[in-house]
């Protein structure tokens, strides 16, 4: 991704100046757009922090922050018990992102069968591995999602408009983005593309985040509250629905951020293409039924309750929107019905969710 013309992952090793000891730093994305902000991580202990208060968010990003929690981890205790407790700590920072557990899993395997002395560096580089091989994904990707978008014949001859909900772009990502890469592709390639971006309450991940890293790209976008998606669709003004997903079943459910299925309820309805793009560590084989298995994240209700943004004055504030005395509730993930989903981007190719099976054989 470009920032001010500088090429940025959204996470990355680094030595401390100080100890001269391997850290790791993230971009705080509990401040963006408002503010670019570097934050420096320095152990397991404000790893887990950081996916817990959302300073990295996004499926992948998230299992590659875990991937760097465990890193640090071994850089004290390489011990197998030290080792085991600190993947189960970072297990529960966040539970529907099934990348998470896929990472943790992925680096315990290869970490445990190498002698203690060995399992920092391995650690190290192992999670560096997970990061590129994010990238080469989403790159897929972009490119199997551009392909599709081709052959899709758009409302309009001046412009191919599609929607989308929640963040799933670079920022989501160690780069490049699941969702939006597709979109960056296109744009890339001369298509004319607009992105319609829902805002995503409660976080506000469309407003906040994918409309500024669209901007930083200079891709055309709007950003809609969430209610006006199904009403733009009867209006003809969307050719494409294209999301991310923090998990998706072997059978093609998809589980996103809260609201997703309402969109994917007013595409079915307007007969209108519903993608989800997502990475092989996104899909969980061993989930059959996905409303029932899948453990939807709930958060604090204060989330719904306040919302944050910049004062007039220039500094982040939080304001309340809801009556003190009503109680809240924030599920922050539902599952769209594989029946309503048209196909599965990943970087093995697209597929219906009835040939989902053909992109583990891929
Ligand atoms: O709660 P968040 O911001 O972590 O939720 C993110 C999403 O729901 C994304 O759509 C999903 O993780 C896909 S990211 C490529």
Known sequence: MIVNKQHYRT??????????????????QTQLPHEF??????????????????????????????????????????????????????????????NLDWALKRMLSMLLLVPQADRASLAWSEAQAICDEDVLQNQAIGQHGLALMQ?????????????????????????????????YAAHDA????????????PR?????????????HGVPHTVISDNAGGHLMQQGLVDMVLVGADRVSGQGDVCNKIGTYLKALAAFDNGLPFYAAVPSPTIDWSVSDAL???????????????????????????????????????????????????????????????????????
């Not at 996470?11 to 705080?28: C, E, K, Y």
């Not at 929640?166 to 160690?174: D, I, Q, S, Y």
């Not at 939807?296 to 005395?325: K, M, Y």
């Not at 922050?332 to 196909?343: E, I």
Request: aromatic residues 4%; glycine residues 8%.
């Open 204 to 216: 506000n991940q469309g407003a906040s985040l994918t409309a500024w890293e669209l901007a930083q």
């Open 11 to 28: 996470i990355w090793p680094m030595l401390s100046a100080g100890s001269g000891r391997a850290q790791v730093a993230i971009l705080d």
């Open 151 to 183: 052959q899709c014949q758009p409302k309009s001859a001046q412009v191919f408009n599609v929607l989308t909900h929640c963040n799933a772009g670079w920022l989501a990502t160690v780069d490049v983005g699941t969702a939006l890469a597709p979109i």
């Open 190 to 201: 001369g298509m004319a593309v607009h992105v319609w971006v829902d805002e995503t309450r």
């Open 37 to 98: 902000a570097i934050v420096h991580i320095a152990n397991l202990a404000q790893m887990e922090v950081a996916i817990k208060t959302m300073q990295v968010r996004g499926a992948p990003l998230i299992g590659a922050a875990a991937a760097y929690g465990l890193a640090l981890a071994a850089q004290e205790d390489a011990s197998e018990e030290a080792l085991q407790a600190a993947a189960q700590r970072l297990r529960l920072s966040r539970p529907t992102a099934v």
């Open 292 to 362: 029932s298995e899948i453990e939807i994240e709930q958060r604090h209700g204060d989330e719904v309750a306040f919302i944050q943004g910049l004062a007039t004055n220039g500094s982040l504030q939080s304001v309340r929107l809801v009556p003190s005395g009503s109680s809240t509730a924030n599920p922050a993930f539902d599952v769209t019905p594989a029946r309503l989903v048209t196909g599965i981007i990943t970087e093995r190719g697209v597929f219906s969710p009835a040939r989902l099976l053909d992109a583990k054989r891929a």
